[in-house]
Nanobody, 127 residues
């Protein structure tokens, strides 16, 4: 088992920035690929960004490319999502997720691919 706890959400003006953190405890964090997802009320959870075990590979949703950056610090058991140029329509709950199916170079984008989820952190972008 692995426990994931997100933090860093909050209120920001349009065009502003936030950095989300996801702290992991339990099993060996460095063997987990990690992802960030978001879900608005009444909508399906959608992929935002993902990173492989070592951090050497990343993937992003088209809508956030060039504005968001996912990174990880395996020594701190933490994954980050730096969000710049935020838009009001990105107001929603953001979730981090982890999976350890491997191999080490794989980055997955599907909700069903991830086995562990945090409780979510609210991001509100005001216009």
């Amino acid at each position: 088992q692995v426990q994931l706890v997100e933090s860093g959400g909050g209120l920001v003006q349009a065009g502003g920035s936030l950095r989300l953190s996801c702290a992991a405890s339990g099993r060996t964090f460095s063997r987990f690929a990690m992802g960030w997802f978001r879900q608005a009320p009444g909508k399906e959870r959608e992929f935002v960004a993902a990173i492989n075990w070592s951090g050497s590979r990343t993937l992003y949703a088209e809508s956030v490319k060039g504005r968001f950056t996912i990174s990880r610090d395996n020594a701190k058991n933490t994954v980050y999502l730096q969000m710049n140029s935020l838009k009001p329509e990105e107001t929603t709950v953001y979730y981090c997720a982890g999976e350890s199916k491997g191999p080490f170079y794989v980055v997955r984008v599907g909700v069903a691919d991830y086995d562990y989820w945090g409780q979510g952190t609210q991001v509100t972008v005001s216009s």
